[in-house]
């Protein structure tokens, strides 16, 4: 069973607009969410997390959105540049417990 | 500092062989967690050791295995390699194992393992 589902295999956005990142998650229980971020032939880096106890985090053009009754999150970049081109990966756990990854969804910045 | 270091970066083997992948985690970190990457299916918890111990494990056949040695370094094994085995396997550490911030976890490059 799949508990951190990103339903899109890849997204493509303008340089400068806003890039949207969705996931969503069926484990009610999961209260710590987390967005990693990996380009080819490299290991994910950590980009932003968010508990449960709150609905936004934000960290430079990097903004997450928790919908706890909705079971959903999303990952707001803005603006996006060229560099945001890689694969994003959605991840949650239940507190102590294992990290759950998405699939992932993969960027693409166009020029 | 130095982050999280993965050996051998690519290794082939042939099905039926055995593999030990090495990872040395950041300094100071005490959990080490290992993941599985293929093609299309993210990223699969393998397992997770803290001070030695193993504290979780996903759901994989007992031919994966792994341990953690007191300076924290760990290493996973995978006995009668089979093709469906090809995958990049990550290596990640922090701190402990809580969750939430201040505890951020971090990712070695990966071991490439390909099985012909």
């Known amino acids: 069973d799949q508990q951190v589902k990103q339903n899109s295999p890849s997204l493509s956005v303008q340089e400068g607009r806003i890039s949207i990142l969705n996931c969503d998650y069926t484990?009610?229980?999961?209260?710590?969410f987390l967005w990693y971020k990996k380009y080819p032939a490299e290991g994910p880096t950590f980009l932003i997390s968010?508990?449960?106890?709150?609905d936004k985090n934000e960290d430079g053009r990097f903004t997450v959105f928790l919908n706890k009754s909705a079971k959903h999150l999303s990952l707001h970049i803005v603006p996006s540049q060229p560099g945001d081109s890689a694969v994003y990966f959605c991840?949650?756990?239940?507190?102590?417990?294992?990290?759950?990854f998405g699939k992932g969804t993969r960027l693409h910045i166009l020029p | 500092k130095a982050g999280v270091t993965q050996t051998p970066r690519y290794l082939i083997k042939t099905r039926g062989q055995q593999v030990t992948l090495s990872c040395s985690p950041i300094?100071?970190?005490?959990?080490v967690s290992w993941y599985q990457q293929t093609p299309g299916q993210g990223l699969q918890f393998l397992f997770e050791?803290?001070?030695?111990?193993?504290?979780n494990k996903g759901n994989f056949p007992g031919r994966f295995s792994g341990r953690q040695f007191s300076n924290s370094r760990s290493e996973m094994n995978v006995s009668t390699l089979e093709l469906g085995d090809s995958a990049l396997y990550l290596c990640?550490?922090?701190?402990?194992?809580?969750?939430?911030?201040?505890?951020?976890?971090?990712f070695g490059e990966g071991s490439w393992l390909t099985v012909v």
């Open positions: 050791y803290f001070s030695e111990t193993q504290r």
């Open positions: 990640a550490s922090s701190l402990n194992w809580d969750r939430g911030p201040g505890n951020t976890i971090y």
């Open positions: 484990n009610s229980m999961f209260d710590y």
């Open positions: 991840a949650a756990s239940v507190r102590d417990d294992k990290i759950i």
């Open positions: 968010i508990s449960s106890i709150k």
């Open positions: 300094s100071g970190h005490r959990s």
